[in-house]
């Protein structure tokens, strides 16, 4: 007889608490958690292979995709690999304008993180008053690049668009809005005992899980992890501007979202930084159809923490490998770990207290078969009739309704 | 001081402040300049190099030869990720962004949008509702504003 004590749960991969399909188990003693699994998998789109079915030019766009939040991340990353392989010198003002539009998104994306936390612990006036002052940065970013999300603001060999004074102006105003909101926020989080009382101690990870796990990001630097790609490899401008990497001690949700709002107010430091330092000339280089053969990593500090891409090239207009490990691929281990020994109701919080991107995470796992199966072909009818077998095998038959509702043969 | 209630007066004084939203769709809104919206095709100027289809991610755009030197574009509204890198691709400066943004549509027919060539014979056919839909399209380069396109007669209402 199965233990009483222990219980099974499954979290997802449909659940309200959630924002996109991802499945958790746990196992709960009463409404503590004992044992939780996260299982990937739900939103596979294929993108790795779609990268070499196109050229580095169509990539650009696709990779963008990854992440609708995070997109520039995802495109400044593949871009810099692919330079990197092609050898192109970028121009200096290219750089810049690539490093101001991702500290402009780290802005979107943290207001947007600290709304949501609001939402996820039942403070939706929070998330009401970010995502309001989120529209300022919002707006630049769109007269700045030309669209709120997937600003297509990269190409191989520089930056699309330049700016105008005009437009730099812009920004240095809505910097000072955004700053003085922030101010506003740090308060909040800082002092609003209700907020206080309900992040802190949940979602504990301790310095040394943070390392052994392999966390990244505003996640790992609440436990003390004193980590950034912009300080520790620099790319783009970030060698020229100063700024503080921020940690805080406090190993749980609470520390992540004084991470979070302490940032905010470094990007507009460097933001003013970028402006300020701004050279003149142009934005971009001519950059080859083909790229020559080669291989590059490159490094992204994301909102969500570190983000890799890996592009392998061949000589021809299309990469022969591309492999994207989005941030939330090196948190989401973490959660498994920061949910045990906490409780149900804190499930939804400490999910999305690592930024969570399960879209962008997902890849394929070959499983390798101790002995090879010949492939099949399934046409789509096919596919269909095994899925509605492979439910019914399973007790789960719609037959009923389908016949009901008349949709479908069988 | 720590103390509840923090956002008590930011909750209070926006009881009787103006609201942060505006009033879409009874306000009309502007896109900045660089905003990427629906494309247009200027036919004068097309070569047919076809370096836009070859660049394009998503194979939406492609361009005709109908005559000598004459060439027509389809563009598959739905395909359209909005990029503009046929833009940047373009040589010659025949694609270019419009702000026109109110592009959802019922009929997916309506989505696919044809600039025919300059100098075709059929002008006259310019009026009259072609037999795919494609009516509320722009025919000629001249025509090809945004404002013709926004005629309330030939799209449904936004939100049926």
Known sequence: ?????????PFGPQHPALKEPESFLLTLGGEKILAAGVRLGYNHRGIEKACEERTYIQDLYLVERVCGICSHSHSTCFVQAVEEIAGLQIPKRAVYLRTLIAELERIHSHLLWLGVAGHEVGFDTLLMYTWRDREVVMDLLAALTGNRVNYGMNTIGGVRRDITP?????????????????????????????????LSNVGKLSYDDAVHLGAVGPTARASGVDRDVRRDDPYAAYEDVSFKVITDTHCDVYGRAVVRVLELMEAYSIVRQLLKKLPDGPVTVKAPRKIPAGEAVGRYEAPRGENVHYVKANGTDKPERVKVRAPTLANVQVV?????????????IVVAAIDPCFSCTDRLIAVAHAEPRPPETLTWDELRTYGIDWYRKRGVDFTHLNRTFGNGAT | MKNPG????????????????????????TMPDKFRGKLDFCAEKCIGC??????????????????????ACDIDMAKCIYCAQ??????????????????AQLNR????????ACGTPAL???????????????QTPQDAGPETNADPKNDPPPKA
């Open chain 2, 124 to 138: 006259g056919r310019e009026n009259e509702p072609k037999s795919t839909a494609e009516a509320a399209v722009p």
């Open chain 1, 336 to 348: 498994a770990h920061m949910l045990k020994d906490g409780y149900l109701a804190d499930m939804p």
């Open chain 1, 1 to 9: 007889m199965a233990d009483r004590r222990r219980v099974n749960i």
């Open chain 2, 50 to 71: 076809k370096l836009c289809m070859r660049d394009c991610p998503t194979g939406a755009i492609t361009i005709r030869k109908v005559g000598d030197k004459r060439f």
């Open chain 2, 86 to 103: 046929c833009v940047d691709s373009c040589m010659k400066k025949a694609l270019a962004i419009t702000g026109e943004f109110e592009l």
């Open chain 1, 166 to 198: 005009e437009q730099a102006g812009q920004i240095l105003t809505a910097m000072d809005v955004l700053e003085e909101r922030t101010r506003y926020y740090i308060g909040v989080v800082t002092e609003e005992t209700t907020l206080i009382n309900r």
């Open chain 2, 109 to 116: 027919d309506k989505l696919r949008v044809t600039w025919e």
């Open chain 2, 6 to 29: 923090k956002m008590l007066r930011e909750v209070l004084e926006s009881l009787v402040s103006k609201p942060a939203t505006i009033r879409y769709p009874a306000v009309t809104v």
